[in-house]
């Protein structure tokens, strides 16, 4: 009889697992988020309003006419870093 485990088992799953290396340390991660170094715990960006992004603009134009010129509005924030955290004990078996 199989021993009683909190989690579902798959030998394949596992074997996959155990056999698999990252090629020379290249995780997925540094190329889809790279580090990037931060100066300090408060930082600021532009938060801009919902609708603009959503405006239907006649954004036509003729082969010598002028095209329309659009600006977007935007406001200053800042703020800072929260740490947070959460510990969950994983059974060996």
Do not use: H, Q
């Not at 009683?4 to 394949?12: A, I, Q, Y």
């Not at 406001?75 to 870093?81: A, E, H, L």
């Amino acid at each position: 009889m199989a021993p009683n485990r909190p989690f579902p088992v798959d030998p394949t799953l596992t074997a996959f697992a155990i056999g698999y290396r990252n090629p020379a340390y290249a995780f997925i991660a540094d190329d889809v988020l790279p580090r990037t170094p931060v100066m300090g715990e408060r930082f600021s960006w532009t938060e801009y309003p919902l609708e603009e992004g959503f405006r239907v603009i006649d954004n036509r134009v003729g082969r010598t006419g002028r095209v329309p010129r659009v600006e977007f509005t935007g406001t200053r924030r800042d703020s800072s870093v929260e740490d947070f955290g959460l510990e969950a004990p994983i059974p060996n078996s």
